[in-house]
C-alpha cells in the first residue's frame, strides 16, 4: 500500500473551508501531526481527532522538539527527560489503541551530525519508546557521506527504524540527499519539503519560515517519484508519503497529482462534501 497525505490539515483548502480535519479525511488516508512537535498534546486533543476521522485514517505524529534536541532554553518539564517522554507517550496512548497510530516521527536538526554521543542519544530514544512504531529523519550530510552511508542504514536496520526519506533542497551540510533506502519491512516514509534551495537555509527574512517550504512541484519531478516509490514498495509492506510543501498552497494539489499518476483511489475515506480536484 501507498498512502499519500500532508503534513497538517490546516494549512489546505479542502472541501471549500480551511483547517478542519473531518474534510481532510475525505481526501487523504494519513496525515502527519506537526502540532505535537511545538507543545505535547493533550489526549483529550487525540479523542477528538479521532472522532473526526474514518476508521481506516491514520496519524504520523512528530516527536515533541524536546525529544530531538530542538528544544531551546530550559526543558519546561521539572522530572526532565524521563519525564518528557512519559508525557508524550501517555498522550498518544489513545491512538495507539485505536489502531491509528502509523509511526512516531523523530527528524533531528540540521545540528545533530553523525557521532557516537548522536548513536547514543538515538539508541535511548528507541529505548525509552518501546513497541512504538518509529520513523527517523535526518538533517544533517555526515549521516549519508560516502564513508558512513552504509553504517548508518545498517544502524538503522539493526535497531528497528523506518526510514524517513527525504525530498528537499541540497543546500549544504544540513540538508541530506534523498537516500532511496528501506529499513524496515512494515514501512518507509517519504517526506516532499521542495526543493526552494534559497529560502532552505535560515536567514533574516521575517517570513523565512513560509519561503522555506515553498515548492510547487512539477509533473516530471512526480512522475521520477512514482517510479521510486513503486520500486520501494516492494521491499515495504507500506510507504507513507507526506507533502510538506505548505506554504504556497501546493502540497494537497501535488498529493493529487501523484495519486492520479500512481492510479490510487483510496476506499474508506469520510464522505466527500465538495471536490475542489
Known amino acids: 500500500m501507498i498512502n499519500i497525505g500532508l503534513s497538517g490539515w490546516g494549512d489546505h483548502e479542502l472541501g471549500g473551508s ?7 479525511g475525505a481526501h487523504f488516508p494519513i496525515v502527519e501531526l506537526d502540532s505535537s512537535f511545538y507543545a505535547i498534546q493533550p489526549e483529550r486533543n487525540y479523542l477528538k481527532w479521532l472522532q473526526e476521522t474514518p476508521d481506516n ?47 512516531v516521527l523523530f527528524q533531528y536538526p540540521p545540528w545533530f551530525d553523525c557521532t557516537k554521543p548522536n548513536v547514543a542519544v538515538l539508541r535511548d530514544a528507541k529505548a525509552r519508546m518501546g513497541d512504538v512504531p518509529l520513523a527517523l529523519e535526518f538533517r544533517h550530510q555526515s549521516w ?17 527504524w523506518m526510514h524517513s526519506i527525504c525530498d528537499e533542497p541540497q543546500a549544504g551540510i544540513g540538508s541530506v540527499p534523498t537516500v532511496l533506502e528501506v529499513t524496515h519491512p512494515e514501512m518507509t516514509m517519504v517526506r516532499f519539503h521542495g526543493r526552494n534551495v534559497g529560502g532552505w537555509v535560515q536567514n533574516s527574512e521575517t517570513n523565512w519560515r513560509e519561503v522555506r517550504y515553498l515548492y510547487n512541484y512539477n509533473q516530471r519531478e512526480l ?47 469520510a464522505p466527500r462534501q465538495l471536490d475542489l480536484f
Not at 18 to 24: H, T, V
Not at 242 to 256: E, L, M, R, V
Request: hydrophobic share 35%; with cysteine; net charge negative.
Open 57 to 103: 485514517f491514520s496519524f504520523i505524529i512528530k516527536a515533541y522538539q524536546g525529544m530531538t534536541g530542538h528544544l531551546r532554553g530550559e526543558n519546561p518539564f521539572e522530572g526532565g527527560i524521563d519525564q518528557m517522554f512519559e508525557v508524550f507517550m501517555q498522550s498518544i496512548r489513545p491512538v495507539q489503541e485505536a489502531g491509528k497510530l502509523k509511526a
Open 18 to 24: 480551511r483547517g478542519k480535519l473531518r474534510e481532510y
Open 223 to 269: 512522475q521520477e517519484w512514482k517510479g521510486w516509490l513503486l520500486e520501494l514498495h516492494k521491499q515495504t509492506r507500506e510507504v507513507c508519503v507526506i507533502f510538506n510543501n505548505n506554504s504556497g498552497g501546493h502540497a494537497a494539489g501535488n498529493a493529487k497529482e501523484l495519486m492520479e499518476m500512481l492510479g490510487i483511489d483510496y476506499e474508506g475515506l
Open 144 to 160: 549519508f557521506t560516502d564513508d558512513m552511508r552504509e553504517k548508518t542504514l545498517s544502524f538503522m536496520r539493526s535497531e528497528g
